[in-house]
């Protein structure tokens, strides 16, 4: 049979086969002409697509027709000649819903989530998404009669699960057509634009979810809203004015997270001594807008401390607590976590591939005196509280104005949310005028908002006396502060800058563990790394690295003798000083410092 002749043939049965029944169209007359004709002419093409296309008109007749109408018309009926394409352009219409309802799946980067009750995002594998496929629509497929039992549609369980395989792999994934999703909120936020949303539902722009709440925010004056923050935070023992400063900056981060286009800076809240109230300093700036945060405690192994990272951006947390850190943190992990916008690269527990995830968490840090690499110390914004006696557990709190933060807190949440709200919108209102505060590196973008609503309202200190904080203090700037102060301009064995350094636990993730003679080996590597490097030695820095364990900042500046201002201007210290390169005397090698 010819081409011309199986276009013919097809082209004057068409009519006839719909009215067959679907037996009558599995004829082997009608197969074999089908089998001829494939690939042999555009008209022969058509014909059989018209012919299957049939078909399936035919089958589903023929069940609707059926006594018990088992005919679902929304249900998804898969025919063995269905394309992948088609099928798959159902299932995501499944899963999508209508234009104006919520749907239980969205997409990250190389990933779909959904949102649990908690308010946090889950990613969503393969039996996920077969499951809520099988419960949004029902599910058919054609099955060959054989025997007695006749051909007809046959209601499956659960859709194929090859079909939910695909749709969750990242490739896939990356181009679902559901909804992105960056933060899940439940108090009104800040969009992109500087407007409030209110309304819960999803917003498309900010590609933010608000959840169903009952927190009323209200306006009020400008004056009123920076009196009541001052006053949430009055009973906290900031060290300097920049920590109050940036305690309200660390409540405003993850309301106004959506106007900021770059990473914000990780916060560490330290003090001398244990139990002096960090935690619950983060926690409760972070209470208005994220309700009470539970903490996360910082491994000590590199291992543990990756795996509790990715975990946390697994999450989509809006902000993480990494509570009582110890010694000295050096995580490669966290340095690379602080800076990453908009995504982060990392690998989850139980796999070997690395995957790439959306990152918009504020992180936020509690320690007792931590050591940071010189890497991390650019990065972090310090807010330093020092109750200035032994035993900070103690303290009678019956004299404070708010005795129980926490209760205060989330009693008066919807109050200091308004208030929050209020500096935004009347920053947002003047023009969104730029802060006049020093730079911080890679956190332009935060600094540009935050450091402006701060400014605007009349808050000081942001981003300002940052050697305030031993944690922000170059540690180098402390040996040399430590080195002057015992030896001056004199020279000195490297082996006597080992025992400074030891005594006043200095530069230990320089020298790293091990011997005595390895140790000594990686310090003058260090040294010899930063000869001609200029440090300034400031009252500061004296007071941090030379007070003694409850020694009180009195004391210390009159050992010192600075002056009454804070200032270090009659104190020997005092100045700026240089590390000078090494000499060979007698044999051995000397160090010294030189004052400029």
């Given amino acids: 049979m010819t081409p011309v002749e199986v276009d013919a043939a097809l082209t004057a049965m068409l009519p006839e086969l719909a009215k067959l029944p679907d037996e009558a169209m599995v004829d082997c007359q009608i197969r074999g002409i089908g089998q001829a004709a494939r690939g042999m002419g555009v008209a022969a093409n058509a014909a059989l697509k018209a012919l299957a296309k049939m078909r399936k008109s035919a089958r589903k007749a023929t069940v609707t027709g059926a006594e018990d109408g088992k005919y679902d018309p929304d249900g998804i009926y898969i025919e063995g000649d269905m394309g992948a394409a088609e099928l798959l352009r159902q299932a995501w219409a499944c899963i999508a819903g209508d234009a104006d309802e919520v749907p239980p799946v969205f997409r990250q980067p190389g990933r779909l ?50 079909l939910a395989a695909v749709m969750v792999s990242g490739a896939v994934a990356m181009d ?78 993850p309301l106004v997270r959506r106007m900021i286009d770059g990473p914000v800076p990780p916060v560490l809240v330290e003090a001398p001594k244990p139990r002096s109230g960090k935690t619950l300093l983060a926690q409760a700036m972070l209470a208005p807008v994220l309700g009470w945060s539970a903490i996360q405690s910082w491994p000590g192994a590199t291992e543990e401390q990756d795996k509790t990272i990715f975990a946390s951006v697994l999450r989509a947390h809006a902000a993480v607590i990494l509570d009582n850190i110890k010694g000295r943190v050096d995580s490669a992990a966290l340095e690379a976590v602080t800076t990453a916008y908009p995504t982060v690269r990392g690998r989850p527990l139980g796999s070997s591939e690395e995957r790439e995830i959306a990152h918009l968490t504020q992180w936020v840090l509690t320690s007792n005196n931590g050591s940071f690499p010189e890497d991390m110390i650019g990065r972090l914004v310090t807010i330093r509280i020092d109750r200035g006696v032994e035993r900070p557990d103690t303290i009678d709190t019956s004299a404070f104005r708010h005795p129980d933060i926490k209760g205060y807190t989330l009693k008066n949440r919807a109050l200091l949310l308004s208030a929050l709200l209020t500096l935004v919108k009347e920053w947002v209102a003047a023009g969104r005028p730029a802060p006049s505060c020093p730079a911080k590196g890679s956190y332009e973008a935060w600094r540009g908002v935050v450091g402006g609503i701060l400014q605007h309202a009349g808050f000081t200190g942001f981003l300002e006396g940052v050697s305030a904080s031993r944690a922000e203090m170059d540690e180098w700037r402390a040996v040399v502060t430590a080195w002057a102060q015992a030896y001056g301009e004199g020279r000195v064995r490297l082996a006597k ?30 040294l010899r790394t930063r000869t001609d490097q200029v440090f300034e030695i400031d009252a500061a820095a004296i007071m941090q690295v030379l007070g003694a364990p409850g020694e009180s900042s009195a004391d210390v500046a009159a050992k010192f003798r600075l002056t009454e201002d804070g200032g270090a201007g009659r104190a020997p210290l005092a100045g700026t000083w240089c590390i000078q390169p090494a000499r060979t005397i007698a044999g051995a090698k000397m160090y010294s410092l030189k004052r400029l």
């Fill in 176 to 253: 679902a057509p559901v909804p992105l999703l960056d933060a899940v909120v439940s108090v009104p936020y800040v969009n992109q634009k500087g407007e409030i949303v209110r309304r819960p539902g999803y917003e498309a722009d900010s590609r933010t979810l608000l959840l169903p709440h009952d927190l009323p925010v209200s306006a009020m004056p400008l004056a009123r809203a920076v009196a009541l923050l001052r006053d949430w935070v009055a009973d906290f023992p900031f060290v300097s004015t920049g920590g109050a400063t940036h305690a309200i900056g660390l409540a405003l981060t």
């Fill in 497 to 526: 800058l080992a025992e400074m350094c030891d005594a006043r636990d200095l530069a230990q993730g320089e020298m790293g563990s091990g011997g005595d003679h390895a140790r000594l080996i990686r310090l003058g590597g260090a």
């Fill in 113 to 162: 989530v959904r949102v649990d009750s908690a308010g946090g995002m889950v990613e969503v594998d393969r039996d996920g998404l077969r499951g809520m496929l099988a419960q949004r629509a029902s599910w058919y497929r054609w099955r060959k009669g054989t025997g007695e039992i006749p051909s007809g549609w046959s209601q499956m369980t659960f859709p194929p699960s090859e």
